[in-house]
Protein backbone atom coordinates (compact mmCIF):
# COMPACT_ATOMS: atom_id res chain seq x y z
CA UNK A 1 0.00 0.00 0.00
CA UNK A 2 1.08 3.15 -1.08
CA UNK A 3 1.47 5.86 1.54
CA UNK A 4 -0.23 9.32 0.96
CA UNK A 5 2.34 11.71 -0.31
CA UNK A 6 3.84 8.53 -2.61
CA UNK A 7 0.16 8.56 -4.29
CA UNK A 8 0.38 12.46 -4.52
CA UNK A 9 3.61 12.33 -6.47
CA UNK A 10 2.91 9.38 -8.22
CA UNK A 11 -0.21 10.83 -9.58
CA UNK A 12 1.05 13.95 -10.36
CA UNK A 13 2.72 13.20 -13.41
CA UNK A 14 0.05 11.08 -14.93
CA UNK A 15 -2.83 14.20 -13.95
CA UNK A 16 -0.65 16.96 -15.37
CA UNK A 17 -0.07 15.38 -18.60
CA UNK A 18 -3.74 15.06 -18.55
CA UNK A 19 -4.06 18.89 -18.43
CA UNK A 20 -1.27 18.95 -21.14
CA UNK A 21 -2.71 16.57 -23.77
CA UNK A 22 -6.46 16.95 -23.07
CA UNK A 23 -7.40 19.93 -20.82
CA UNK A 24 -5.50 22.32 -22.57
CA UNK A 25 -5.99 21.06 -26.22
CA UNK A 26 -9.73 20.84 -25.83
CA UNK A 27 -9.84 24.62 -24.64
CA UNK A 28 -7.81 26.39 -26.59
CA UNK A 29 -9.38 24.95 -30.03
CA UNK A 30 -12.61 25.23 -28.82
CA UNK A 31 -12.21 29.26 -27.78
CA UNK A 32 -10.53 29.72 -31.48
CA UNK A 33 -12.96 28.20 -32.81
CA UNK A 34 -15.92 29.86 -30.62
CA UNK A 35 -14.33 33.08 -30.96
CA UNK A 36 -14.79 32.94 -34.66
CA UNK A 37 -18.18 32.02 -33.72
CA UNK A 38 -18.77 34.25 -31.73
CA UNK A 39 -17.83 37.06 -34.38
CA UNK A 40 -20.12 35.99 -36.48
CA UNK A 41 -22.96 35.62 -34.30
CA UNK A 42 -22.39 39.48 -32.97
CA UNK A 43 -21.76 40.42 -36.44
CA UNK A 44 -25.40 39.08 -36.97
CA UNK A 45 -26.55 40.65 -33.99
CA UNK A 46 -25.52 43.72 -35.27
CA UNK A 47 -26.94 43.46 -38.73
CA UNK A 48 -29.82 46.14 -39.89
CA UNK A 49 -31.50 42.96 -41.37
CA UNK A 50 -34.46 42.02 -38.60
CA UNK A 51 -33.94 38.04 -39.92
CA UNK A 52 -30.44 38.63 -39.45
CA UNK A 53 -30.00 39.94 -36.19
CA UNK A 54 -33.23 37.70 -34.95
CA UNK A 55 -31.76 34.07 -35.64
CA UNK A 56 -28.63 35.67 -33.66
CA UNK A 57 -30.09 36.61 -30.76
CA UNK A 58 -32.17 33.03 -30.54
CA UNK A 59 -28.42 31.73 -30.92
CA UNK A 60 -27.40 33.64 -27.58
CA UNK A 61 -30.44 32.75 -25.84
CA UNK A 62 -30.53 29.19 -26.34
CA UNK A 63 -27.06 28.86 -25.60
CA UNK A 64 -26.94 30.99 -22.54
CA UNK A 65 -30.41 29.52 -21.67
CA UNK A 66 -29.21 25.63 -21.08
CA UNK A 67 -26.97 23.98 -19.21
CA UNK A 68 -23.50 23.12 -21.02
CA UNK A 69 -23.70 19.55 -19.75
CA UNK A 70 -26.64 19.34 -21.42
CA UNK A 71 -25.81 20.55 -24.99
CA UNK A 72 -22.63 17.84 -24.13
CA UNK A 73 -24.94 15.05 -23.80
CA UNK A 74 -27.29 16.45 -27.03
CA UNK A 75 -24.27 16.11 -29.31
CA UNK A 76 -22.23 13.24 -27.81
CA UNK A 77 -25.51 11.17 -26.72
CA UNK A 78 -28.17 12.68 -28.91
CA UNK A 79 -26.66 12.61 -32.61
CA UNK A 80 -26.09 9.21 -32.54
CA UNK A 81 -29.66 8.52 -32.43
CA UNK A 82 -30.28 10.50 -35.79
CA UNK A 83 -27.32 8.79 -37.36
CA UNK A 84 -24.34 11.03 -36.58
CA UNK A 85 -21.68 9.16 -34.72
CA UNK A 86 -19.02 11.06 -33.74
CA UNK A 87 -15.90 10.24 -31.36
CA UNK A 88 -16.28 12.10 -27.83
CA UNK A 89 -13.06 14.90 -28.97
CA UNK A 90 -15.19 16.47 -31.62
CA UNK A 91 -17.81 16.17 -30.02
CA UNK A 92 -16.82 17.78 -26.79
CA UNK A 93 -14.78 20.57 -29.30
CA UNK A 94 -18.35 21.09 -31.16
CA UNK A 95 -20.10 21.88 -27.77
CA UNK A 96 -17.84 24.01 -26.39
CA UNK A 97 -16.96 25.96 -29.58
CA UNK A 98 -21.00 26.45 -29.90
CA UNK A 99 -21.18 27.23 -26.32
CA UNK A 100 -18.46 29.77 -26.17
CA UNK A 101 -19.83 30.95 -29.33
CA UNK A 102 -22.95 32.38 -27.51
CA UNK A 103 -21.24 34.12 -24.52
CA UNK A 104 -18.43 35.54 -25.96
CA UNK A 105 -20.63 37.30 -28.71
CA UNK A 106 -22.17 39.34 -26.45
CA UNK A 107 -18.71 40.47 -24.93
CA UNK A 108 -18.02 41.06 -28.92
CA UNK A 109 -21.13 43.02 -29.74
CA UNK A 110 -20.58 45.19 -26.67
CA UNK A 111 -17.02 46.09 -27.86
CA UNK A 112 -17.51 46.56 -31.11
CA UNK A 113 -20.02 49.37 -29.83
CA UNK A 114 -18.20 50.87 -27.40
CA UNK A 115 -15.62 52.34 -30.38
CA UNK A 116 -17.10 55.47 -31.15
CA UNK A 117 -19.44 56.00 -34.64
CA UNK A 118 -16.31 58.70 -35.22
CA UNK A 119 -14.12 56.00 -35.91
CA UNK A 120 -16.43 54.52 -38.47
CA UNK A 121 -16.95 57.66 -40.12
CA UNK A 122 -13.16 58.20 -40.32
CA UNK A 123 -12.60 55.31 -41.84
CA UNK A 124 -14.97 56.07 -44.47
CA UNK A 125 -13.31 59.31 -45.45
CA UNK A 126 -10.10 58.07 -45.83
CA UNK A 127 -12.52 56.28 -48.27
CA UNK A 128 -12.57 52.49 -46.80
CA UNK A 129 -15.79 50.36 -46.79
CA UNK A 130 -17.60 49.28 -43.83
CA UNK A 131 -16.08 45.52 -44.31
CA UNK A 132 -12.06 47.67 -44.06
CA UNK A 133 -13.30 49.43 -41.30
CA UNK A 134 -14.29 47.55 -39.16
CA UNK A 135 -10.88 45.07 -39.80
CA UNK A 136 -8.57 48.10 -39.89
CA UNK A 137 -10.09 50.60 -37.35
CA UNK A 138 -13.12 49.15 -35.05
CA UNK A 139 -11.91 45.21 -33.86
CA UNK A 140 -8.32 46.41 -32.80
CA UNK A 141 -10.04 48.99 -30.98
CA UNK A 142 -12.79 46.40 -29.43
CA UNK A 143 -9.92 43.83 -29.04
CA UNK A 144 -8.90 46.04 -26.44
CA UNK A 145 -12.00 46.65 -24.29
CA UNK A 146 -12.86 42.63 -24.50
CA UNK A 147 -9.59 41.23 -23.13
CA UNK A 148 -11.04 41.19 -19.75
CA UNK A 149 -14.20 39.80 -20.05
CA UNK A 150 -12.85 37.09 -22.85
CA UNK A 151 -10.29 36.26 -20.26
CA UNK A 152 -12.96 35.37 -18.11
CA UNK A 153 -14.77 33.45 -20.89
CA UNK A 154 -11.35 31.45 -21.57
CA UNK A 155 -10.60 30.72 -18.01
CA UNK A 156 -14.39 28.87 -17.36
CA UNK A 157 -13.91 27.18 -20.76
CA UNK A 158 -10.51 25.61 -19.11
CA UNK A 159 -12.64 24.50 -15.97
CA UNK A 160 -15.73 23.69 -17.56
CA UNK A 161 -13.51 21.15 -19.99
CA UNK A 162 -13.53 18.50 -16.91
CA UNK A 163 -17.15 18.12 -18.04
CA UNK A 164 -15.81 16.32 -21.14
CA UNK A 165 -14.92 13.83 -18.72
CA UNK A 166 -18.34 12.84 -18.43
CA UNK A 167 -18.40 11.90 -22.15
CA UNK A 168 -15.18 10.15 -22.03
CA UNK A 169 -12.66 12.37 -23.12
CA UNK A 170 -8.87 11.76 -21.51
CA UNK A 171 -8.03 14.95 -19.49
CA UNK A 172 -6.90 16.37 -16.41
CA UNK A 173 -10.42 15.65 -14.40
CA UNK A 174 -10.58 11.97 -15.60
CA UNK A 175 -7.11 10.95 -15.22
CA UNK A 176 -8.15 11.73 -12.04
CA UNK A 177 -11.25 10.31 -11.24
CA UNK A 178 -9.58 6.76 -12.41
CA UNK A 179 -6.47 6.99 -10.16
CA UNK A 180 -8.64 7.79 -7.13
CA UNK A 181 -11.17 4.96 -8.11
CA UNK A 182 -8.54 2.64 -7.90
CA UNK A 183 -6.62 3.52 -4.79
CA UNK A 184 -10.23 4.82 -3.05
CA UNK A 185 -8.04 7.84 -1.98
CA UNK A 186 -10.66 10.48 -3.17
CA UNK A 187 -9.74 13.81 -0.91
CA UNK A 188 -6.66 13.21 -2.21
CA UNK A 189 -6.72 12.85 -5.95
CA UNK A 190 -10.02 15.42 -6.37
CA UNK A 191 -7.84 18.20 -4.37
CA UNK A 192 -5.04 17.41 -6.29
CA UNK A 193 -6.92 17.88 -9.63
CA UNK A 194 -7.93 20.97 -8.22
CA UNK A 195 -4.72 22.24 -7.61
CA UNK A 196 -3.73 21.82 -11.09
CA UNK A 197 -6.77 23.58 -12.47
CA UNK A 198 -6.16 26.27 -9.52
CA UNK A 199 -2.35 26.28 -11.00
CA UNK A 200 -3.47 27.21 -15.01
CA UNK A 201 -5.82 29.57 -14.32
CA UNK A 202 -2.89 31.23 -12.16
CA UNK A 203 -0.68 31.44 -15.60
CA UNK A 204 -3.80 32.30 -17.54
CA UNK A 205 -4.78 35.31 -15.19
CA UNK A 206 -1.03 36.49 -15.24
CA UNK A 207 -0.81 36.14 -18.93
CA UNK A 208 -3.97 38.44 -19.34
CA UNK A 209 -2.52 40.87 -17.26
CA UNK A 210 1.02 40.85 -20.01
CA UNK A 211 -1.87 40.81 -22.60
CA UNK A 212 -3.55 44.07 -21.42
CA UNK A 213 -0.98 46.06 -20.72
CA UNK A 214 0.30 45.36 -24.46
CA UNK A 215 -3.07 46.77 -26.06
CA UNK A 216 -2.38 49.86 -23.24
CA UNK A 217 0.25 50.97 -25.00
CA UNK A 218 -2.07 53.84 -27.14
CA UNK A 219 -3.70 54.99 -24.36
CA UNK A 220 -3.33 57.68 -21.81
CA UNK A 221 -2.80 56.59 -18.41
CA UNK B 1 -5.65 84.33 -51.79
CA UNK B 2 -7.97 86.80 -50.58
CA UNK B 3 -9.80 88.85 -53.18
CA UNK B 4 -11.19 92.40 -52.47
CA UNK B 5 -13.42 92.18 -55.09
CA UNK B 6 -15.91 89.30 -55.31
CA UNK B 7 -15.04 87.27 -58.49
CA UNK B 8 -16.73 87.23 -61.37
CA UNK B 9 -19.28 84.41 -61.57
CA UNK B 10 -17.31 81.92 -63.16
CA UNK B 11 -19.01 78.87 -65.55
CA UNK B 12 -20.09 75.38 -64.63
CA UNK B 13 -16.93 74.13 -66.46
CA UNK B 14 -15.30 74.63 -63.37
CA UNK B 15 -17.15 73.81 -60.74
CA UNK B 16 -15.86 71.04 -58.41
CA UNK B 17 -19.36 70.63 -56.69
CA UNK B 18 -22.57 71.41 -57.55
CA UNK B 19 -25.38 70.71 -55.43
CA UNK B 20 -29.32 70.87 -56.35
CA UNK B 21 -32.35 71.22 -54.25
CA UNK B 22 -30.56 68.90 -51.45
CA UNK B 23 -33.18 67.78 -49.37
CA UNK B 24 -32.80 65.39 -45.96
CA UNK B 25 -35.21 64.91 -42.98
CA UNK B 26 -34.49 62.93 -39.86
CA UNK B 27 -37.54 61.31 -38.99
CA UNK B 28 -40.11 64.06 -38.84
CA UNK B 29 -37.23 66.92 -38.70
CA UNK B 30 -36.68 68.41 -41.81
CA UNK B 31 -32.88 69.42 -41.76
CA UNK B 32 -32.30 70.64 -44.89
CA UNK B 33 -34.92 71.74 -47.37
CA UNK B 34 -33.49 72.89 -50.45
CA UNK B 35 -30.11 73.33 -50.72
CA UNK B 36 -28.59 74.80 -54.17
CA UNK B 37 -24.63 75.55 -53.42
CA UNK B 38 -21.64 75.65 -56.08
CA UNK B 39 -18.21 74.87 -55.28
CA UNK B 40 -15.77 76.16 -57.65
CA UNK B 41 -12.28 74.72 -58.09
CA UNK B 42 -9.83 76.57 -55.85
CA UNK B 43 -12.35 78.67 -53.63
CA UNK B 44 -12.75 78.53 -50.18
CA UNK B 45 -16.70 78.39 -48.89
CA UNK B 46 -17.62 78.97 -45.59
CA UNK B 47 -20.94 77.72 -44.26
CA UNK B 48 -21.80 79.52 -40.97
CA UNK B 49 -25.47 79.85 -39.43
CA UNK B 50 -26.59 78.95 -36.42
CA UNK B 51 -26.47 75.19 -34.69
CA UNK B 52 -29.29 73.25 -36.22
CA UNK B 53 -29.25 75.12 -39.31
CA UNK B 54 -28.21 72.15 -40.98
CA UNK B 55 -24.72 73.42 -42.32
CA UNK B 56 -22.77 70.60 -41.08
CA UNK B 57 -25.52 67.74 -42.58
CA UNK B 58 -24.97 69.66 -45.79
CA UNK B 59 -21.27 68.51 -45.10
CA UNK B 60 -21.56 65.03 -43.91
CA UNK B 61 -23.74 64.53 -47.71
CA UNK B 62 -21.03 65.51 -49.76
CA UNK B 63 -18.42 63.43 -48.02
CA UNK B 64 -21.50 60.87 -48.16
CA UNK B 65 -21.75 60.32 -44.39
CA UNK B 66 -25.52 61.06 -44.86
CA UNK B 67 -27.04 59.72 -47.94
CA UNK B 68 -30.07 63.11 -48.85
CA UNK B 69 -33.42 62.29 -49.60
CA UNK B 70 -33.56 63.82 -52.52
CA UNK B 71 -31.83 66.50 -54.81
CA UNK B 72 -28.54 65.66 -57.03
CA UNK B 73 -24.96 66.41 -56.70
CA UNK B 74 -22.72 67.18 -59.68
CA UNK B 75 -19.00 66.40 -58.66
CA UNK B 76 -16.39 67.99 -61.34
CA UNK B 77 -18.94 67.56 -64.29
CA UNK B 78 -17.90 63.86 -64.70
CA UNK B 79 -20.05 62.17 -62.26
CA UNK B 80 -23.68 62.83 -60.79
CA UNK B 81 -25.92 61.41 -58.63
CA UNK B 82 -29.50 62.03 -58.66
CA UNK B 83 -30.65 61.11 -54.77
CA UNK B 84 -34.10 60.95 -55.92
CA UNK B 85 -33.80 57.17 -57.17
CA UNK B 86 -31.99 54.90 -54.38
CA UNK B 87 -28.27 55.53 -54.19
CA UNK B 88 -25.47 52.80 -54.45
CA UNK B 89 -22.67 51.71 -52.35
CA UNK B 90 -20.60 52.55 -55.31
CA UNK B 91 -21.75 56.09 -55.76
CA UNK B 92 -21.28 56.79 -52.12
CA UNK B 93 -18.10 55.74 -52.41
CA UNK B 94 -17.25 57.81 -55.67
CA UNK B 95 -18.42 60.74 -53.57
CA UNK B 96 -16.08 59.92 -50.76
CA UNK B 97 -13.19 59.47 -53.01
CA UNK B 98 -13.08 62.76 -54.33
CA UNK B 99 -13.29 64.78 -51.01
CA UNK B 100 -11.93 64.04 -47.53
CA UNK B 101 -13.46 65.21 -44.23
CA UNK B 102 -11.59 66.88 -41.26
CA UNK B 103 -13.78 66.42 -37.97
CA UNK B 104 -14.75 68.56 -35.28
CA UNK B 105 -13.15 65.88 -32.83
CA UNK B 106 -10.40 64.95 -34.91
CA UNK B 107 -11.12 61.39 -35.01
CA UNK B 108 -7.90 59.91 -35.65
CA UNK B 109 -7.14 56.11 -35.44
CA UNK B 110 -5.86 55.89 -30.92
CA UNK B 111 -4.30 52.86 -31.91
CA UNK B 112 -2.39 54.21 -34.84
CA UNK B 113 1.04 56.35 -34.86
CA UNK B 114 0.88 59.84 -36.34
CA UNK B 115 2.80 58.01 -39.46
CA UNK B 116 0.35 54.98 -39.13
CA UNK B 117 -2.95 57.34 -39.38
CA UNK B 118 -1.59 59.43 -42.33
CA UNK B 119 -1.08 56.59 -44.79
CA UNK B 120 -3.67 54.20 -43.61
CA UNK B 121 -6.30 55.58 -46.60
CA UNK B 122 -2.94 55.78 -49.14
CA UNK B 123 -1.78 52.57 -48.78
CA UNK B 124 -4.59 50.76 -47.99
CA UNK B 125 -7.39 52.25 -50.28
CA UNK B 126 -5.50 53.30 -52.52
CA UNK B 127 -3.04 51.12 -53.22
CA UNK B 128 -0.16 53.49 -53.44
CA UNK B 129 3.17 52.25 -52.22
CA UNK B 130 4.48 52.13 -48.82
CA UNK B 131 7.30 54.48 -49.36
CA UNK B 132 5.93 56.65 -51.54
CA UNK B 133 3.00 57.39 -48.93
CA UNK B 134 5.65 57.69 -45.96
CA UNK B 135 8.04 60.11 -47.98
CA UNK B 136 4.48 61.96 -48.83
CA UNK B 137 3.31 61.89 -45.04
CA UNK B 138 6.34 63.48 -43.65
CA UNK B 139 6.94 65.92 -46.19
CA UNK B 140 3.06 66.78 -45.55
CA UNK B 141 3.99 66.41 -41.72
CA UNK B 142 6.73 68.77 -41.66
CA UNK B 143 4.86 71.44 -43.37
CA UNK B 144 2.75 71.51 -40.42
CA UNK B 145 5.49 71.42 -37.84
CA UNK B 146 4.76 67.49 -36.38
CA UNK B 147 7.78 65.44 -38.30
CA UNK B 148 8.86 64.76 -35.47
CA UNK B 149 5.75 63.21 -33.74
CA UNK B 150 5.36 60.48 -36.57
CA UNK B 151 5.52 57.82 -34.26
CA UNK B 152 3.94 59.03 -31.33
CA UNK B 153 0.17 57.66 -30.37
CA UNK B 154 -2.68 60.66 -30.81
CA UNK B 155 -2.92 60.54 -27.17
CA UNK B 156 0.61 62.05 -26.89
CA UNK B 157 -0.65 64.98 -29.10
CA UNK B 158 -2.58 68.14 -27.79
CA UNK B 159 -5.87 69.03 -29.42
CA UNK B 160 -4.52 71.20 -31.90
CA UNK B 161 -1.57 68.95 -32.78
CA UNK B 162 -4.30 66.17 -33.50
CA UNK B 163 -6.15 68.50 -35.13
CA UNK B 164 -3.41 69.49 -37.77
CA UNK B 165 -2.50 65.49 -37.90
CA UNK B 166 -6.29 65.12 -39.22
CA UNK B 167 -6.08 67.61 -41.89
CA UNK B 168 -2.23 66.02 -42.89
CA UNK B 169 -4.38 62.69 -43.12
CA UNK B 170 -7.21 64.19 -45.69
CA UNK B 171 -4.17 66.04 -47.21
CA UNK B 172 -2.84 62.58 -47.99
CA UNK B 173 -5.67 61.37 -49.76
CA UNK B 174 -5.48 63.68 -52.61
CA UNK B 175 -8.80 64.54 -52.90
CA UNK B 176 -10.57 67.56 -54.82
CA UNK B 177 -12.48 68.91 -52.09
CA UNK B 178 -11.47 69.51 -48.59
CA UNK B 179 -14.12 69.60 -46.29
CA UNK B 180 -14.10 70.94 -42.41
CA UNK B 181 -16.46 70.56 -39.97
CA UNK B 182 -16.19 72.73 -36.94
CA UNK B 183 -12.10 72.44 -36.82
CA UNK B 184 -11.40 74.41 -34.40
CA UNK B 185 -14.78 73.97 -32.23
CA UNK B 186 -13.48 71.38 -29.25
CA UNK B 187 -9.31 73.27 -29.14
CA UNK B 188 -8.58 75.05 -26.40
CA UNK B 189 -8.74 79.09 -27.47
CA UNK B 190 -4.85 79.26 -27.48
CA UNK B 191 -4.41 76.01 -30.00
CA UNK B 192 -6.92 78.10 -32.39
CA UNK B 193 -4.50 79.77 -34.14
CA UNK B 194 -2.19 77.37 -35.05
CA UNK B 195 -4.89 75.03 -36.93
CA UNK B 196 -6.44 78.24 -38.83
CA UNK B 197 -3.44 79.31 -40.05
CA UNK B 198 -2.77 76.06 -41.86
CA UNK B 199 -6.06 76.13 -43.14
CA UNK B 200 -5.33 79.70 -44.29
CA UNK B 201 -2.15 78.32 -46.12
CA UNK B 202 -3.92 75.52 -47.97
CA UNK B 203 -6.38 78.18 -49.37
CA UNK B 204 -3.48 80.42 -50.31
CA UNK B 205 -2.29 76.97 -52.06
CA UNK B 206 -5.67 77.13 -54.16
CA UNK B 207 -7.31 74.26 -52.75
CA UNK B 208 -11.05 73.66 -52.45
CA UNK B 209 -12.09 73.83 -49.60
CA UNK B 210 -15.72 73.92 -47.76
CA UNK B 211 -15.21 74.83 -44.14
CA UNK B 212 -18.06 74.71 -41.43
CA UNK B 213 -16.89 77.49 -38.89
CA UNK B 214 -18.12 79.90 -36.36
CA UNK B 215 -15.14 82.21 -36.49
CA UNK B 216 -16.20 84.94 -38.72
CA UNK B 217 -13.06 86.73 -39.01
CA UNK B 218 -11.16 83.30 -40.03
CA UNK B 219 -13.87 83.00 -42.73
CA UNK B 220 -14.08 86.57 -43.52
CA UNK B 221 -9.94 86.71 -44.66
CA UNK B 222 -10.00 82.95 -46.03
CA UNK B 223 -13.17 82.28 -47.90
CA UNK B 224 -13.86 83.68 -51.37
CA UNK B 225 -17.65 82.56 -50.56
CA UNK B 226 -20.14 83.06 -47.10
CA UNK B 227 -23.21 81.03 -47.29
CA UNK B 228 -25.41 81.69 -44.37
CA UNK B 229 -27.68 79.17 -43.30
CA UNK B 230 -30.70 78.66 -41.35
CA UNK B 231 -33.50 76.47 -40.71
CA UNK B 232 -32.15 74.09 -43.52
CA UNK B 233 -32.40 76.93 -46.39
CA UNK B 234 -29.31 79.18 -47.59
CA UNK B 235 -30.87 82.70 -46.31
CA UNK B 236 -27.58 84.52 -48.40
CA UNK B 237 -24.45 83.65 -50.06
CA UNK B 238 -21.94 85.97 -51.66
CA UNK B 239 -18.14 87.53 -51.07
CA UNK B 240 -17.57 87.91 -47.07
CA UNK B 241 -17.46 91.61 -47.50
CA UNK B 242 -21.04 91.75 -48.44
CA UNK B 243 -22.39 88.37 -46.32
CA UNK B 244 -20.52 89.76 -42.62
CA UNK B 245 -20.15 93.13 -43.65
CA UNK B 246 -23.42 94.69 -45.03
CA UNK B 247 -26.18 91.41 -45.00
CA UNK B 248 -29.38 91.90 -46.86
CA UNK B 249 -31.54 89.50 -44.56
CA UNK B 250 -32.48 90.41 -41.12
CA UNK B 251 -32.20 86.51 -40.01
CA UNK B 252 -28.27 87.12 -41.16
CA UNK B 253 -28.09 90.64 -39.37
CA UNK B 254 -29.56 88.73 -36.26
CA UNK B 255 -27.16 86.12 -36.20
CA UNK B 256 -23.87 88.13 -37.17
CA UNK B 257 -24.95 90.37 -34.03
CA UNK B 258 -25.72 87.60 -31.32
CA UNK B 259 -22.27 86.54 -32.68
CA UNK B 260 -20.63 89.49 -32.38
CA UNK B 261 -21.92 90.88 -29.16
CA UNK B 262 -22.61 87.80 -26.96
CA UNK B 263 -23.11 89.86 -23.86
Request: hydrophobic share 45%; proline share 5%; glycine share 8%.
Amino acid sequence: MESNGDLFWSSLGPIVLGGITGTIPLAVVSFILGLTIALGIALMRLSKVRVVSAIARFYISVIRGTPLLVQLFVIFYGLPSIGVVLPAWPCAVIAFSLNVGGYAAEVIRAAILSVPRGQWEAGYTVGMSSATTLRRIILPQAARVSVPPLSNTFISLVKDTSLASLITVTELFRVAQEVAAFSQEFMLLYLEAAAVYWIICLVLSTAQGRIEQRLDRYVAH
Amino acid sequence: MSPTEPRPAAGTADAVLTLRNLHKSFGDTEVLKSIDLTVRRGTVVALIGPSGSGKTTVLRCLNGLEVPDGGSVDVAGELRIDFSKPVGKRERAALRDRSAMVFQHYNLFPHMTVLENVIEGPVQVQRRPRAEAIADAEQLLERVGLREKRDAYPFELSGGQQQRVGIVRALALRPQLLLFDEPTSALDPELVGDVLSVIKELAEEDWTMVIVTHELEFARQVADEVVFMADGVVVEHGHPSQVLKRPQHERTRQFLHRLLNPF
